[in-house]
């Protein structure tokens, strides 16, 4: 009966360990709008995080 309670417990903690999921937000691939980094850092502008402004 100890063997059916281990074994039981055992197949528990694989299948609620396997569902594992993830967030996905919408387009950017998670980030953030510029409108949004500015108010953020407080700068006036918003173009340094746009994406065609910014360096790499």
């Known amino acids: 009966m100890k063997k059916y309670h281990i074994l039981v417990a055992t197949v528990a903690i694989l299948l609620f360990t396997s569902c594992y999921t993830t967030v996905h937000t919408a ?3 998670g980030k953030i709008p510029p409108g949004q980094a500015k108010k953020m850092t407080g700068s006036k502008s918003a173009r340094p995080y746009a ?5 790499h």
Request: charge should be positive; aromatic fraction near 0%.
């Open 27 to 29: 387009g950017n691939s």
């Open 51 to 55: 994406p065609g402004q910014q360096k």
